[in-house]
C-alpha cells in the first residue's frame, strides 16, 4: 500500500508515541506505592481492611 512520504508504520509509531505519552502522564498524577493508604471507604467510611490497603 502506498504510504505517500511516510515511512512504513509511521502512522502506528505516532499512535503508539500519543498512548505512551497519555500513559506516562496519567502514571505522573498516581500517588506513590511508598504512600499512605487510606483506612476508610470515601463513599461509606466503613473500615478498609488490612488485606485490602496494600
Known sequence: MAGGF???GAVQDQIDDTVNDAVDQI???LPDSDSESATECDE???PIPEERKH
Request: hydrophobic residues 10%.
Open 6 to 8: 511516510a515511512k512504513d
Open 27 to 29: 502514571r505522573s498524577r
Open 44 to 46: 461509606c467510611g466503613e
